[in-house]
């Protein structure tokens, strides 16, 4: 189904085919669950994106494996969280969607930046035009981005295979 959005009202969720942001009907993207359920019982504080990070390190059902590349990839993590947007690839497109969205905490399954690492190629300047307007953007919004790949494939099923 090309465009539109798949929505499943059983669950009260939506997914933008398009843009790959998926959301929960009061408000919440699909890991959002986290933040709601932070959400009850301190209504009057944010969590942070390292508190929504840390419940879903406790929640996935894997043992946290130091290292990994499910890390903070931009932004501040103790940034208070207002929406969170969670995505296959955190393109510009979808950056930009998730801040008009309100959604500042973007979790992403594949690099944000470049290689697996999220290294910068070898050679490139760091005054290359796309990783700079990216980054701005990244900045100019508050946005914090986290990477969700390594635990999400140890779990069994493989959470990508699962859905």
Known sequence: MPGGKKHDPKQNESFDLES???EHGDGCGLM???LCATRAVAQEKRPTAREVVAAIQEHIGVPWKTQTVDTFKAGNPDTPVTGI???MMATLDVLQRASANGQNL???HEPT???????????MDESDAVLKE???FIE??????WRLHDHWHMRKPD???AG
Request: charged residues 20%; without cysteine; positive net charge.
């Open 134 to 136: 990216k980054r701005a």
């Open 85 to 87: 947007a969670v995505t």
């Open 140 to 145: 100019k919004h508050g946005l914090v981005i």
């Open 32 to 34: 959002g669950l986290v």
């Open 20 to 22: 790959g942001i998926a």
């Open 106 to 108: 973007v979790i992403t």
């Open 159 to 161: 959470g990508i295979q």
């Open 113 to 123: 930046f470049f290689n697996h690492y999220d290294d910068k190629p070898e050679g």
